[in-house]
C-alpha cells in the first residue's frame, strides 16, 4: 500500500505563484510514477502532470505546459508540482497519485494507469 498526501493548496490571485507537495509512504513509492490530476467543481477529474520514477521523463497537459513543473526527491519521497502564472481556470481539486508498478520508463497521463490517490488539496485562483 502507498499512502498519499497532499499539501500546499490555496488561494492566489491571478498570475501567481504556488508550489503543492505530495509526501508518499508505503511500499515502493519511490519507484513509481507519480501524477497530479485536477477536479473543478462540476467537471471531470483530468491530467495535469506526470513524472516517472528516476525524474528523467515527465508529460504536461497542454493547458499547463510551459507554466507548471512537475519534479520529484526520491529521498524524501515527495513529487512537487510548481505553478506559475496561474489562472481562474486553474482553479480546481489537486491529487496526487502513485503507480502500482516500479520503474516504468513512461509515466501514465491518464487516471487508469494510477492505482493510489491523495485527499486533494485545493486551488483557487482569483481573477
Known amino acids: 500500500q502507498v499512502q498519499l498526501v497532499e499539501s500546499g493548496g490555496g488561494l492566489v490571485q491571478a498570475g501567481g505563484s504556488l508550489r503543492l507537495s505530495c509526501a508518499a509512504s508505503?511500499?515502493?513509492?519511490?519507484?513509481?510514477?507519480m501524477g497530479w490530476f485536477r477536479q473543478a467543481p462540476g467537471k471531470e477529474r483530468n491530467f495535469v502532470a506526470s513524472?516517472?520514477?528516476?525524474?528523467?521523463?515527465?508529460f504536461y497537459a497542454n493547458s499547463v505546459k510551459d507554466r507548471f513543473t512537475i519534479s520529484r526527491d526520491n529521498a524524501r519521497s515527495t513529487v512537487y508540482l510548481q505553478m506559475n502564472s496561474l489562472k481562474p481556470e486553474d482553479t480546481a481539486n489537486y491529487y496526487c497519485?502513485?503507480?502500482?508498478?516500479?520503474?516504468?520508463?513512461?509515466?501514465?497521463?491518464?487516471?487508469?494507469?494510477?492505482?493510489?490517490w491523495g485527499q486533494g488539496t485545493q486551488v483557487t485562483v482569483s481573477s
Open positions: 497519485a502513485s503507480n502500482a508498478v516500479s520503474f516504468q520508463d513512461v509515466p501514465g497521463t491518464s487516471q487508469q494507469d494510477y492505482n493510489y
Open positions: 508505503g511500499r515502493t513509492s519511490s519507484n513509481s510514477g
Open positions: 513524472i516517472n520514477w528516476n525524474g528523467r521523463r515527465t
